[in-house]
């Protein structure tokens, strides 16, 4: 077999891999409202359930990470997108509250080690490429992310328990999943060679602007993910099949814009589009704070989704610039802080809304993405324009396969 074919495969099987994971975190959080209801988990207690899955998932990563010296990335991520799959229908299977809190461990536990594989793997096939092809992962994750919502609204419509729910996607995706595994495309060199150079001395405050960014960014996508459909069904008086559509509409506008959004910095730079991007997410959380009912309110998770979706791929595509000779390392510690924007987020909503209003806790997320306008420059300029001569480099080792810079 050809190395274009292999890493060809190797491509589809991640993307197939982003996608199913995009499924079963969507059935996750928009059934939030509904696992509340199956186990009497009280309004107070919620948040430390909703804490509980980012604190383990990121003590999972860590781990991961040494886990990895000793056997290959492919072989943690082909074992730990089923466990996933089955904690999920683990949480759906249960009848008391500590049935839940062991799924939700578990689910937590997996899914650490589920992103930090899938995302060895999509650099290593990247370095083989010689150009960026993650955008193209994350829209899988996206689109799976829509077909989840969209079951979990059936589920919803249907008054269908959450076991029902969750049992086909398991039952279709987790074979599926395995076979693919096979066609996953290790690459060891470039990631030691990463490692072994560092950040160099004062290299880790340097990241620190883009680690800051990517914290407040990911609280923003966990209010959604989070506190949409409670949001919605609570404060705005929605039904639980309506509260299932504000992450879908996340999911969807997310999609378009990562689809897009290469286009956009191009011509504009990527710090002008991380600055528009952020100003479309602020209104976005003006609008759900400010909505009179639910439509409207989906109105303002549609501009969450246009504006978020940008951020995050363009801070690890920074960072890689900031340390081309090290962005292995920089992207693996600026990961870091997606668990520790969830973390924040989540509990941090909730304390909010508890104490004061769930209105006023969507100003909290409002106000901490818009930090990003003042790291901005972080981004850099002409030289970051996404897709040009940084993304292509010329090298022998690089082997470009297809045109398509978002195909999976």
């Known amino acids: 077999m050809t190395d274009d074919v292999r890493l060809r495969r190797g491509r589809g ?30 309004d107070g207690l919620l948040p430390a359930f909703l804490a509980a899955v980012p ?22 991520l082909r074992w730990a997108q089923p466990l996933v799959l089955l904690s999920l229908l683990g949480v759906g299977a249960g009848g008391q509250m500590w049935h839940v809190a062991v799924a939700l461990g578990a689910f937590g536990l997996s899914v650490g080690a589920l992103d930090a594989s899938m995302n060895m793997l999509g650099v290593s096939l990247q370095r083989a490429y010689g150009r960026s092809i993650m955008l193209g992962f994350h829209a899988a994750y996206s689109l799976g992310g829509i077909l989840g919502a969209s079951a979990a ?23 599926l999943a395995l076979l693919g595994s096979r066609r996953y495309v290790d690459g060891a060199a470039g990631r030691g060679e990463a490692v072994e150079k560092g950040l160099g001395s004062g290299g880790f405050k340097l990241l620190l602007p883009l680690c800051l ?36 509409v996340y999911m969807v ?49 549609t501009l969450l989704g246009i504006g978020l979706c940008v951020i995050v791929p363009q801070t690890f595509a920074a960072a890689g610039r900031l340390f081309p000779g090290a962005s292995d390392t920089a992207v693996a510690r600026l990961n870091i802080f997606n668990y520790v924007g969830f973390l924040i987020g989540s509990p941090l909503v909730g304390a909010v809304g508890d104490a004061w209003s ?31 001569r940084h993304e292509r480099r010329a090298g022998d080792r690089a082997v470009d396969v297809g045109r398509g810079g978002n195909e999976v």
């Open 13 to 42: 099987a991640l993307g197939f891999s982003f996608f199913v994971q995009g499924v079963a975190f969507a059935l996750l959080v928009t059934r939030i409202p509904a696992i509340q209801d199956r186990y009497g988990i009280s």
């Open 55 to 76: 604190v383990l998932a990121g003590a999972s990563s860590v781990a991961t990470e040494h886990l990895v010296k000793r056997v290959a990335p492919s072989l943690v």
């Open 153 to 175: 609204w059936a589920g919803a419509h249907w008054e269908l328990s959450l076991f029902v729910s969750y049992l086909p996607a398991v039952v279709v995706l987790l074979p």
């Open 213 to 248: 960014v990517m914290a407040c960014a990911y609280i923003g996508d966990s209010t959604v993910a989070n506190w949409s459909a409670k949001y919605l069904q609570d404060v705005l008086g929605s039904s639980e099949q309506m509260a299932t559509v504000p992450y879908n």
């Open 253 to 301: 506008t997310t999609l378009l814009g990562r689809a897009a959004g290469d286009l956009g910095v191009r011509r504009f730079g990527a710090a002008a589009v991380v600055r528009g991007g952020t100003l479309v997410a602020a209104a976005g959380f003006a609008v759900v704070a400010a909505a009179p009912g639910a439509w409207v309110g989906m109105l303002g998770f």
């Open 358 to 388: 769930y209105r006023g806790a969507m100003l909290v997320p409002m106000a901490l993405v818009l930090v990003t306008l003042f790291q901005a420059r972080s981004f850099g300029s002409e030289g970051a324009r996404y897709g040009v």
